[in-house]
């Protein structure tokens, strides 16, 4: 299994961004995938989470500014950032909870990381 994380760079602030996160491989079941960050000299937080039914839960900080959102037939969890700002430049690190037809039971990937950079 892959997690393949893409759309991050640089964007003046006030800018938008969405973030892609696929997963590929010998997949049976996805439930809960999101999104983690770090900035620079911070621990990683959790941005954005999504449910397998499709609940959602947000940090406090990018409440109202930031939208997750899942396409299951493309095994992909998004994260539209919009109005971002300065604080928001960080590493973003796609997680996903999935089982894999091989296993009884899920597992938690991570993808590599893509570098949002927003700039003042």
């Known amino acids: 299994v892959q997690l393949q994380a893409s759309g991050g760079g640089l964007v003046q602030a006030g800018g938008s961004l969405r973030l892609s996160c696929a997963a590929s491989?010998?997949?049976?079941?996805?439930?809960?995938t999101g999104w983690y960050r770090q900035a620079p000299g911070k621990e990683r937080e959790l941005v954005a989470a999504?449910?397998?039914?499709?609940?959602?839960n947000y940090a406090d900080s990018v409440k109202g500014q930031f939208t997750i959102s899942r396409d299951n037939a493309k095994n992909t969890v998004y994260l539209q950032m919009n109005s971002l700002k300065p604080e928001d430049t960080a590493v973003y690190y796609c997680?996903?909870?999935?089982?894999?037809?091989?296993?009884?039971?899920?597992?938690?990937?991570w993808g590599q990381g893509t570098l949002v950079t927003v700039s003042s």
């Open positions: 997680y996903t909870n999935l089982q894999t037809v091989y296993s009884s039971w899920s597992d938690e990937y």
């Open positions: 491989g010998s997949i049976f079941s996805i439930s809960a």
């Open positions: 999504i449910t397998g039914g499709g609940s959602t």
